[in-house]
């Protein structure tokens, strides 16, 4: 399973006027198991999940989520903002193994 897990992507628009609102998505690839699985083998799967996604606007918090397990595989999260300013929007995501990847977006404000 490891070697299809990460490859972070952040879609959002690259310039929009001040005060516009922009839809920010995201896409990560993991498996996020539960580790109450077995495989076909009868041998349990390890759990293997998302925990934290922090996001941030020029290093000014946006975002702060902590998943669980209840989250889908490869786990899809959009979200909207005004753009005020122009600058870099960062993703990090952790997982449960000590795992990290980060993405980011610029946005040009006119």
Known sequence: MAENI???MIRMAN????GEVVEVRSLIMNPMTTGLT???EGKPIPAHFIQTVSVTFDNAKLL????????????YLAFKMRAE????LKMVWKDNQNG???AESKLTVS
């Open 100 to 102: 990290v990847w980060s």
């Open 85 to 88: 300013k122009s600058g870099t």
């Open 38 to 40: 077995k495989d076909k």
């Open 15 to 18: 310039s929009a006027k001040k």
């Open 64 to 75: 702060d989520i902590d998943w669980s397990t209840a989250v889908s595989a490869n786990p």
């Open 6 to 8: 990460g490859n972070p």
